[in-house]
């Protein structure tokens, strides 16, 4: 996938709440690799969500969640194998057309967030369907940014994408998850197969 940096200034919001840190209940201030300020107006980063619905339970679940600034992701991204990269690119480009996407959302919900994240962007599946979902955003300083995020990847697409991965880049990302979002045992339990990341 291309770059999240955008040519033009897209529509923003300031943070909405499905996009606030529940482990804070504000913003993330921080990305999770650097530790830079995200607030300052001109701060690029993207938030990633990964969370669980317990349908007989009917709760939900934020299994993990942070915040990466644009330059730590960009070389991060440089840490998977070209055959994954390649292999999502592709799974991408046969099940949505991001650029159509947007319009067609832009048009029909305007700027309302849960027109973007209430299903999968992939399969279509409603949000309220998923028994594990993962929602991505991109944001400058304290507003979010409509480009072809904000998204919602529901369990069935999580899954097909994890097999399109090359060992190494599983491997990247169970250690991305370790040093920084665990290592809790009941996490990672949760989160067994390893999930995707920063796609
Ligand atoms: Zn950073």
Redesign the pocket.
């Known amino acids: 996938m291309n770059s999240p940096q955008s040519t033009f200034i897209p529509e923003h919001i300031a943070i909405p709440k499905p996009f606030y840190s529940d482990a804070t209940g504000k913003p993330f201030e921080r ?1 999770i ?2 530790s ?1 300020y995200l607030l300052d107006h001109n701060t690029h980063y993207m938030i990633e969500k990964v969370h669980k619905y317990y349908p007989e339970l009917k709760t939900n679940d934020t299994i993990f969640e942070y915040a ?2 644009i ?2 992701y960009m070389e991060l991204r440089k840490s998977l194998s070209d055959e994954s990269v390649q292999n999502l690119e592709s799974y991408l480009n046969d099940h949505v057309n991001l650029i159509g996407r947007r319009q067609q959302l832009i048009q029909t919900e305007g700027l309302d967030i849960d027109g973007w994240i209430g299903s999968c962007m992939i399969k279509n599946k409603a949000i309220q369907a998923c028994t594990e979902y993962q929602t991505i955003c991109e944001c400058m300083g304290n507003r979010m940014l409509f480009t072809f995020m904000p998204y919602m990847i529901c369990d069935e697409a999580m899954e097909e994408m994890m097999e399109l991965l090359s060992d190494k880049t599983l491997g990247f990302f169970d250690d991305f998850r370790n040093r920084f979002l665990g290592p809790s045992p009941e996490i990672g339990e949760l989160l067994k197969p390893s999930r995707i990341l920063l796609i």
């Open positions: 990305c690799h650097c830079r990466i600034c330059d730590c």
